[in-house]
């Protein structure tokens, strides 16, 4: 009689554990087991702040200044406090010329970038390399940004007419010519308030102190955080 009460208690054990699991589970039509009990519910993650790279040479890196007062990392503070918020890596090299970045975009771009300002072709001019070059290296950096799907941001430069006014005119116009061609936003030359301005430049009169810094930050805020809302709005890169 005993062996039977046993016998009947251990089958009703089994019997309730296995009620239970069919409730919480089913058999997938691969015969999987898999939970059927609703799924908690759960915010949708908050989609990542832009990355904007900025691609350029010692201006853009902030020549013997902290990186926070170099204008990428000001450009940010100043996004911020409107309430834009962006991710900003400064891709500044000192005495870097266009083919520089152009060696250097492709790995940039891996960091899948949504916007690449591209600052650079002032050490080129410096240099007095041929026009049709720097060109031609800054035409190819932008094709390679809209590729890989950033938008590109270019920056015009200008020069001191130390290699003669028609050099420094082709190179003035390059520019304009090349944002047109290409349709690329553009912001003439950004250096306008602070080149040749004594009190916003380091003694060798081309690299900004960082008031100067301040001063580009101050010029390039709205043409970015233009750009930036045509990113929000869908417009096509």
Same mark, same amino acid.
């Given at each position: 009689?005993?062996?039977?009460?046993?016998?009947?208690?251990?089958?009703?054990?089994?019997?309730?554990?296995?009620?239970?699991?069919?409730l919480a589970t089913e058999?997938?039509?691969?015969?999987?087991?898999?939970?059927?009990?609703?799924?908690?519910?759960?915010?949708?993650?908050?989609?990542?702040?832009?990355?904007?790279?900025?691609?350029?040479?010692?201006?853009?890196?902030?020549?013997?200044?902290?990186? !926070?007062?170099?204008?990428?990392?000001?450009?940010?503070?100043?996004?911020?406090?409107?309430?834009?918020?962006?991710?900003?890596?400064?891709?500044?090299?000192?005495?870097?010329?266009?083919?520089?970045?152009?060696?250097? @975009?492709?790995?940039?771009?891996?960091?899948r970038p949504d916007v690449?300002?591209?600052?650079?072709?002032?050490?080129?001019?410096?240099?007095?390399?041929?026009?049709?070059?720097?060109?031609?290296?800054?035409?190819?950096?932008?094709?390679?940004?809209?590729?890989?799907? !950033? @938008?590109?941001?270019?920056?015009?430069?200008?020069?001191?007419?130390?290699?003669?006014?028609?050099?420094?005119?082709?190179?003035?116009?390059?520019?304009?010519?090349?944002?047109?061609?290409?349709?690329?936003?553009?912001?003439?030359?950004?250096?306008?308030?602070?080149?040749? @301005?004594?009190?916003?430049?380091?003694?060798?009169?081309?690299?900004?102190?960082?008031?100067?810094h301040v001063r580009l930050?101050?010029?390039?805020?709205?043409?970015?955080?233009?750009?930036?809302?045509?990113?929000?709005?869908?417009?096509?890169?």
């Amino acid at each position: 009689m005993q062996r039977v009460l046993a016998f009947s208690i251990s089958l009703a054990l089994v019997t309730a554990c296995a009620r239970k699991e069919s409730l919480a589970t089913e058999r997938s039509p691969e015969g999987h087991r898999e939970a059927t009990a609703p799924d908690v519910a759960r915010d949708p993650p908050a989609p990542a702040a832009p990355l904007v790279v900025f691609l350029g040479d010692s201006i853009t890196a902030g020549f013997e200044l902290p990186a !926070a007062e170099a204008f990428p990392a000001l450009l940010e503070a100043r996004l911020a406090a409107r309430g834009v918020t962006i991710r900003q890596v400064n891709a500044g090299v000192s005495g870097d010329t266009s083919a520089g970045g152009l060696r250097r @975009v492709d790995w940039l771009l891996k960091q899948r970038p949504d916007v690449v300002v591209v600052e650079l072709g002032g050490n080129d001019g410096l240099r007095g390399a041929p026009i049709e070059g720097i060109e031609q290296n800054l035409r190819t950096i932008v094709e390679k940004v809209r590729a890989a799907g !950033a @938008v590109p941001l270019l920056l015009g430069m200008r020069l001191p007419p130390s290699h003669g006014q028609a050099y420094t005119d082709g190179f003035a116009a390059l520019y304009p010519r090349l944002a047109e061609a290409l349709s690329v936003p553009f912001v003439p030359f950004f250096m306008a308030d602070v080149a040749g @301005v004594r009190e916003l430049n380091l003694p060798d009169g081309i690299h900004p102190t960082a008031r100067g810094h301040v001063r580009l930050a101050e010029r390039l805020e709205e043409p970015l955080r233009a750009l930036l809302a045509t990113l929000d709005a869908g417009a096509p890169r």
